[in-house]
């Protein structure tokens, strides 16, 4: 009724107010929370910084019992527990960390109907004495955050997981939020299917991120165009660097900080001490670069972060979407800079061939890729691009890079002809493989000593691609990757041809390809010392 809707929507509005200290509502939340304090199950897809967390924790407040909440990373959960305990809820967490004295404590705090909040990491949710303790409490909602770890479809899969269905089975009249900060279409019809969440209310808020200037640039000497890139953009402002490996991190981070650039690193390679005390130095003090691997960052709530800075190229749209959103919380203009080489595309190749699981989990992860890849590559509004990627609908926005420099396109048909005839001949006439170098040499009539060793000046195509230089050759073999007309295999990245390669060579396919714009970035990278 009338009456009830009043009492109810001036409880939440009183929570927000007296227990977070917010004024109003942000966007999407207020319907959310009026949703789940009537009972009913919702999936929420918001994100990164949209106010999630308080879907839950405001009708967990609201409601009778406890709000059990399923979440991933244990230090997160801790984090959160935390943070909520210092505004007076009484939250607590239950996971292997804890010794039994602290788990019976909670277990005991749970049982007495002391706790508003009781995070859980998934695996526990597979053992029986945990969902025994459940049954013996009084539960008022079920969150299950990143809940796209339930789809194997998505970018970050966890098994543990899929136990999740059993929740509506076990307490159907437990109502259930499900909330995820990424998730295209079909991932977001997967968690539906998988949690038994076909009655809930779908909540899609948008995925624009207006503050947000996308950037993607050719890598040519990564450190020193992100050294370029932080001095002329972003002196003394807070940010992330994304590197992909625990060495590389390491490198970067001595590296600005031997160009005077306030950095830390990390990653799980630094001992817990280290990297807590790194991440609380970045949370607390200001201007502080954190150089991570994707170990960091999920859950980490700064509003000032200024720029997100890849060195290494995302696995995925998602992921790469989910890094940069931790730019520019507050609202305030911040900048996503992503630098990215023909060596990524091999690499991440080679670990997709490399990784554990079966042919369709790697044909996941190559499709994941792939979609990154035609993201670098567009000559579209990358803002829209990655919008649509998401399934929602955008305008070209003005800000990012191919719209304030909008690359020009040009027809690659022949380049493209003439690489890949390359490609077959050192097949067909040499039964030989080789890498983007090796091709590229040749096709510029380069007597390197590999050249000579295999005799390779002796072939036709020898020189035939001089009208272009290396770069621009290292542009069309990312381009032709990018568009599945040639593809890398092995320990070497190998280029081999598809099944599509021969509409090209077959002259029935044109190839269009972007010319990466000359950009300021690189002129400055130059003159940095
Ligand atoms: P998400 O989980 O969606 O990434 P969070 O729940 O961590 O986002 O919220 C991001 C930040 O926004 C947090 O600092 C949170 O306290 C703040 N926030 C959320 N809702 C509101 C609100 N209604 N008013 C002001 N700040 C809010
Ligand atoms: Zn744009």
């Known amino acids: 009724t009338s009456i009830d809707d009043g009492l109810r929507a001036s409880d939440a509005l009183r929570v927000l107010g007296r227990v977070f200290g917010y004024g109003s509502f942000r966007e999407g939340q207020q319907e959310i929370i ?228 306030a950095a830390l690193p990390y990653h799980a390679g630094l001992d817990a001490r280290t990297r807590a005390g790194n991440q609380s130095r970045f949370l607390r003090e200001d201007g502080l670069v954190m150089v991570a691997t994707i170990a960091f960052g999920m859950g980490i709530d700064k509003p000032d972060v200024r720029f997100v800075a890849h060195l290494d190229l995302p696995k995925s749209v998602e992921g790469y979407y989910q890094e940069t959103g931790r730019a520019g919380r507050d609202g305030l203009p911040s900048t996503a800079w992503l630098a990215y080489g023909l060596q990524d595309v091999v690499q991440q190749r080679k670990m997709i061939d490399t990784s554990e699981g079966d042919d369709a989990h790697r044909r996941r992860l190559a499709s994941h890729l792939d979609a990154m890849l035609a993201l670098c590559e567009t000559v579209e509004c990358r803002r829209t691009r990655l919008l649509e990627y998401f399934g929602q609908q955008g305008t070209a926005c003005g800000n990012c890079d191919t719209c304030l420099t909008p690359p020009e396109s040009w027809d690659g048909t022949i380049a493209a002809q003439k690489l890949l005839s390359t490609v077959v001949r050192l097949a067909r006439e040499r039964r030989q493989k080789f890498g983007a170098g090796q091709i590229i040499d040749i096709l510029l009539g380069r007597m390197t000593p590999k050249v000579t060793q295999h005799g390779h000046d002796s072939l036709t195509v020898f020189g035939i691609g001089t009208e272009l230089g290396e770069a621009e050759w290292r542009a069309v073999v990312r381009q032709l990757l990018a568009q599945g007309l040639l593809a890398v295999e092995g320990d070497y990245g190998t280029l081999v041809l598809t099944e599509e390669s021969g509409e090209v060579l077959g002259r029935r396919r044109q190839v269009p390809m972007r010319r990466d714009p000359e950009r300021p970035a690189r002129a400055a990278a130059k003159a940095a010392k």
């Not at 039994?100 to 909040?117: I, K, N, S, Y």
């Not at 991120?209 to 996308?214: A, F, K, T």
């Open 34 to 261: 009026d949703h789940v304090v009537d009972g009913n199950d919702a999936l929420v897809l918001m994100p990164t910084g949209g106010g999630k967390s308080l879907c839950y924790q405001i009708p967990a407040l609201v409601r009778q019992g406890t709000g059990i909440v399923v979440s991933p990373l244990i230090a997160l959960m801790q984090d959160q527990v935390h943070a909520l305990t210092a505004l007076g809820v009484r939250a607590g967490f239950l996971n292997s960390t804890q010794d039994p004295d602290e788990r019976r404590q909670v277990e005991g705090a749970f049982l007495a109907g002391e706790l508003d909040l009781l995070y859980l990491a998934p695996e526990r949710l597979r053992v029986d004495a945990t969902l025994r303790l459940l049954d013996r409490g009084s539960i008022s909602l079920f969150a299950i955050d990143e809940a796209h770890c339930v789809a194997q479809w998505g970018h970050d899969f966890r098994p543990d997981y899929l136990a999740l269905s059993m929740l509506h089975e076990r307490w159907p009249d437990v109502p259930r939020i499900a909330l995820t900060a990424t998730a295209t279409p079909a991932t977001h019809a997967e968690i539906a299917a998988r949690l038994n969440l076909g009655d809930a209310r779908h909540f899609v808020a948008s995925f624009d991120r207006p503050n947000i200037q996308y950037r993607i640039v050719p890598k040519s000497d990564p450190k020193r165009q992100l050294l370029s890139f932080l001095r002329t953009e972003h002196p003394g402002d807070a940010g992330i660097v994304y590197c992909l490996s625990r060495a590389s991190v390491d490198k970067t981070a001595e590296f600005l900080v031997a160009n005077g650039i």
